[in-house]
C-alpha cells in the first residue's frame, strides 16, 4: 500500500512527518512525501499564508502526484484548517480514502469528519500502520482500528504511541519520493533545493512530550488524551541522535547551525546531557540553540552544553503579569526568570562566549489587555543584554483549558475567524503590541519608554518606526550572513509535476 503524507506548514523539514513516513516504510508500505510551504515562491506572505487557497494549478499538480497512492494524508495545524478543505475537496474525484492527522485532527478529531473519510487521533504511527495492514486485505469501510475515527457517533480510542522512540528510524529523507512547492511549483526535492530551503540551518527534535501542563498549550490536551502520565518526556537514544545529525552535516550544503525544537532540551539528567555534549562536540562541532523554561536551566547542564556549541537558547516567560501567570500554571517565579539570565550571563563570560538569550512572551489575552503587554515590555527592558525578544499571539486551540474558559466567557464569538484562522506568528496590531515589536527589533529603549508614558497614540506612527527598524535589523543580518563562506544556489529546480 502506498499512502501520500501532505504538509501544509512552512517547514520542509517537518520532523515528524518524516518519522512518520521512515516507521511506515519500515513496517512494508511505501510512502510519498507532499511539501507545501508557501516561503519558497512568489506572491505570499510567510507568517500569513495559511489564508490563500492554493492556486488551481497547484491542485492539479498535487492531484497527479496522488493518482498512484492508496491512501491520502493530510497534515494540519489548526490554521491550515481551510486549505486542507480546499485540498481535498479538489481530490475527491481520484475515489481514494483521506485521512487528516496532526494536532488539530487530534484536538478537534470528529468536525475534521465533515471533510475527510477518516481522522488519526494523536501519534500516528501505529495506528497508520494498521490502517494500511487493513486496507490491504479488506475493503470494507467497517474500520476499528484505535487511533482512526470514521463516524462521529463513534467513540475515541486513542492508539498506542510508540514508547522506544529509536523505532521510528532515522527521518526520511529519501528523495526519491519527495516533492516540494518551490517557485510556485511542485518539484522534485533534492539536495540543492533541502538546502536553499534550510538556508545553512538543520531543525529537528529528539523527543516528545513536555514537563509542563500550560493551559494554552496543545501538550495540555495531549497529556489528558494519554491518560495524563507522570513523566510523559521519551526521547530517542543519544548515539541515533548523533548519527542523524551526522547524515545531516554531510548531505546540507553550508550548514552552520543545528536547532533543537524539542520542548524541553534540559528536562534530561545530568549525565545524559554530559554525554550528548561530549559525542556532538567530536561529530558534530557546530553552533546550535536550545529551547529551555527559567526552572530547567542549571549552572552544570548549560556548562557543559556551552563547552560543546550552544551559543543560542530561546526561554519562555509568556507573561510577567500575576494574573495571567496563574492562569496560564506557570510554575517559575520572576526570580526564576532573572537567576536563568544571571547564569547564562555567568557562563557566558567565563567561556567568552558570546550566548544570545531569546525571551519568547504572549501578547492578545483578553485577560490581560494593554496592562498586561506593557508589564511585560518593562519587563523585558530590564532582562541583560545581548538579548533577542519575540512576541507570539495568544490562540486558543480546541480543547485546551484556556479554550473552555475562553469560550465560558464570551471572548470567542466566532470560531472560524478567531480559532481556525489565526495563528500565533502575527500579533494584533493594537499601540501595545507595536511598541512591543519596537522592542523586539532593538529600538533604543529612552524611545520605547517615551512611546509607553505619552498619551499620543498613533499606529501609522509605530508602524513607520517598525518599518524603519526591521529593515535595519535585515540589513545587520546581511551583514552577518555576508562572514559564513556560503555556496549561492546556482542550481536548476526538479523537474516540474505537469498536469
Given at each position: 500500500?502506498e499512502?501520500?503524507?501532505?504538509?501544509?506548514?512552512?517547514?520542509?523539514?517537518?520532523?515528524?512527518?518524516?518519522?512518520?513516513?521512515?516507521?511506515?516504510?519500515?513496517?512494508?508500505?511505501?510512502?510519498?512525501?507532499?511539501?507545501?510551504?508557501?516561503?519558497?515562491?512568489?506572491?505570499?506572505?510567510?507568517?500569513?499564508?495559511?489564508?490563500?487557497?492554493?492556486?488551481?494549478?497547484?491542485?492539479?499538480?498535487?492531484?497527479?502526484?496522488?493518482?498512484?497512492?492508496?491512501?491520502?494524508?493530510?497534515?494540519?495545524?489548526?490554521?491550515?484548517f481551510d486549505?486542507?478543505?480546499?485540498?481535498?475537496?479538489?481530490?475527491?474525484?481520484?475515489?481514494?480514502?483521506?485521512?487528516?492527522?496532526?494536532?488539530?485532527?487530534?484536538?478537534?478529531?470528529?468536525?475534521?469528519?465533515?471533510?475527510?473519510?477518516?481522522?488519526?487521533?494523536g501519534?500516528?504511527?501505529?495506528?497508520?500502520?494498521?490502517?494500511?495492514?487493513?486496507?490491504?486485505?479488506?475493503?470494507?469501510?467497517?474500520?476499528?482500528?484505535?487511533?482512526?475515527?470514521?463516524?462521529?457517533?463513534?467513540?475515541?480510542?486513542?492508539?498506542?504511541?510508540?514508547?522506544?522512540?529509536?523505532?521510528?528510524?532515522?527521518?526520511?529523507?529519501?528523495?526519491?519520493?519527495?516533492?516540494?512547492?518551490?517557485?510556485?511549483?511542485?518539484?522534485?526535492?533534492?539536495?540543492?533545493?533541502?538546502?536553499?530551503?534550510?538556508?545553512?540551518?538543520?531543525?529537528?527534535?529528539?523527543?516528545?512530550?513536555?514537563?509542563?501542563?500550560?493551559?494554552?498549550?496543545?501538550?495540555?490536551?495531549?497529556?489528558?488524551?494519554?491518560?495524563?502520565?507522570?513523566?510523559?518526556?521519551?526521547?530517542?537514544?543519544?548515539?541515533?541522535?548523533?548519527?542523524?545529525?551526522?547524515?545531516?552535516?554531510?548531505?546540507?550544503?553550508?550548514?552552520?547551525?543545528?536547532?533543537?525544537?524539542?520542548?524541553?532540551?534540559?528536562?534530561?539528567?545530568?549525565?545524559?546531557?554530559?554525554?550528548?555534549?561530549?559525542?556532538?562536540?567530536?561529530?558534530?562541532?557546530?553552533?546550535?540553540?536550545?529551547?529551555s523554561?527559567?526552572?530547567?536551566?542549571?549552572?552544570?547542564?548549560?556548562?557543559?552544553l556551552?563547552?560543546?556549541?550552544?551559543?543560542n537558547?530561546?526561554?519562555?516567560?509568556?507573561?510577567?503579569?500575576?494574573?495571567?501567570?496563574k492562569?496560564?500554571?506557570?510554575?517559575?517565579?520572576?526570580?526564576?526568570?532573572?537567576?536563568?539570565?544571571?547564569?547564562?550571563?555567568e557562563?557566558?563570560?567565563?567561556n567568552?562566549?558570546?550566548?544570545?538569550?531569546?525571551?519568547?512572551?504572549?501578547?492578545?489575552?483578553?485577560?490581560?489587555?494593554?496592562?498586561?503587554?506593557?508589564?511585560?515590555?518593562?519587563?523585558?527592558?530590564?532582562?541583560?543584554?545581548?538579548?533577542?525578544?519575540?512576541?507570539?499571539?495568544?490562540?486558543?486551540?480546541?480543547?485546551?483549558?484556556?479554550?473552555?474558559k475562553?469560550?465560558?466567557?464570551?471572548?470567542?464569538?466566532?470560531?472560524?475567524?478567531?480559532?481556525?484562522?489565526?495563528?500565533q506568528?502575527?500579533?494584533?496590531?493594537?499601540?501595545?503590541?507595536?511598541i512591543?515589536?519596537?522592542?523586539s527589533l532593538?529600538?533604543?529603549?529612552?524611545?520605547?519608554?517615551?512611546?509607553?508614558?505619552?498619551?499620543?497614540?498613533?499606529?501609522?506612527?509605530?508602524?513607520?518606526?517598525?518599518?524603519?527598524?526591521?529593515?535595519?535589523?535585515?540589513?545587520?543580518?546581511k551583514?552577518?550572513?555576508?562572514?559564513?563562506?556560503?555556496?549561492?544556489?546556482?542550481?536548476?529546480?526538479?523537474?516540474?509535476?505537469?498536469?
Amino acid at each position: 500500500m502506498e499512502i501520500c503524507l501532505i504538509s501544509l506548514i512552512e517547514d520542509v523539514g517537518c520532523i515528524n512527518l518524516r518519522y512518520l513516513s521512515s516507521y511506515i516504510r519500515s513496517h512494508g508500505h511505501t510512502t510519498k512525501l507532499i511539501f507545501l510551504p508557501r516561503l519558497y515562491s512568489e506572491g505570499w506572505s510567510s507568517d500569513e499564508s495559511y489564508k490563500y487557497p492554493y492556486p488551481r494549478e497547484i491542485l492539479l499538480q498535487i492531484s497527479k502526484l496522488c493518482q498512484t497512492s492508496d491512501v491520502i494524508g493530510i497534515s494540519l495545524m489548526s490554521c491550515h484548517f481551510d486549505n486542507a478543505v480546499n485540498i481535498s475537496n479538489f481530490l475527491r474525484h481520484l475515489g481514494k480514502p483521506i485521512i487528516w492527522g496532526g494536532i488539530h485532527p487530534t484536538i478537534s478529531p470528529k468536525e475534521c469528519l465533515d471533510y475527510a473519510d477518516l481522522v488519526c487521533v494523536g501519534e500516528g504511527e501505529i495506528p497508520i500502520v494498521e490502517l494500511l495492514n487493513y486496507l490491504k486485505i479488506s475493503s470494507q469501510r467497517t474500520i476499528n482500528i484505535p487511533g482512526i475515527l470514521v463516524n462521529k457517533t463513534d467513540e475515541i480510542i486513542i492508539g498506542k504511541k510508540i514508547e522506544n522512540l529509536d523505532e521510528l528510524g532515522d527521518p526520511d529523507y529519501n528523495f526519491e519520493h519527495q516533492y516540494v512547492l518551490y517557485k510556485n511549483n511542485i518539484v522534485k526535492l533534492d539536495e540543492i533545493i533541502l538546502s536553499e530551503c534550510f538556508n545553512g540551518r538543520y531543525r529537528t527534535s529528539f523527543s516528545r512530550g513536555c514537563t509542563s501542563s500550560c493551559t494554552y498549550c496543545c501538550n495540555n490536551i495531549l497529556k489528558k488524551i494519554y491518560g495524563g502520565k507522570v513523566n510523559p518526556i521519551r526521547w530517542r537514544s543519544i548515539d541515533s541522535q548523533i548519527e542523524e545529525l551526522k547524515w545531516a552535516k554531510k548531505t546540507i550544503k553550508n550548514l552552520n547551525r543545528i536547532e533543537f525544537s524539542d520542548d524541553t532540551f534540559l528536562s534530561r539528567s545530568f549525565e545524559e546531557i554530559k554525554e550528548f555534549a561530549i559525542k556532538y562536540k567530536k561529530e558534530i562541532n557546530l553552533p546550535f540553540i536550545i529551547l529551555s523554561t527559567p526552572l530547567a536551566i542549571s549552572y552544570p547542564k548549560l556548562k557543559v552544553l556551552v563547552e560543546a556549541g550552544m551559543n543560542n537558547i530561546g526561554i519562555g516567560i509568556q507573561s510577567v503579569y500575576e494574573p495571567v501567570r496563574k492562569l496560564y500554571k506557570r510554575n517559575e517565579s520572576l526570580d526564576h526568570i532573572k537567576n536563568a539570565s544571571k547564569i547564562i550571563s555567568e557562563i557566558s563570560m567565563e567561556n567568552k562566549e558570546h550566548i544570545i538569550i531569546r525571551y519568547d512572551f504572549i501578547t492578545d489575552n483578553p485577560w490581560g489587555g494593554e496592562i498586561e503587554t506593557e508589564k511585560n515590555i518593562r519587563f523585558a527592558m530590564t532582562l541583560p543584554k545581548p538579548r533577542q525578544i519575540r512576541i507570539f499571539s495568544l490562540v486558543f486551540y480546541h480543547g485546551t483549558e484556556l479554550y473552555e474558559k475562553a469560550k465560558s466567557k464570551g471572548f470567542i464569538k466566532d470560531e472560524l475567524n478567531e480559532v481556525l484562522r489565526v495563528t500565533q506568528l502575527s500579533p494584533k496590531s493594537t499601540h501595545m503590541n507595536e511598541i512591543f515589536k519596537l522592542l523586539s527589533l532593538d529600538c533604543p529603549e529612552f524611545i520605547i519608554n517615551i512611546l509607553l508614558n505619552t498619551k499620543f497614540r498613533s499606529i501609522k506612527l509605530l508602524k513607520l518606526l517598525n518599518h524603519i527598524y526591521n529593515i535595519k535589523n535585515t540589513n545587520k543580518y546581511k551583514y552577518k550572513e555576508k562572514q559564513i563562506k556560503s555556496i549561492p544556489f546556482n542550481g536548476t529546480a526538479g523537474e516540474v509535476i505537469n498536469e
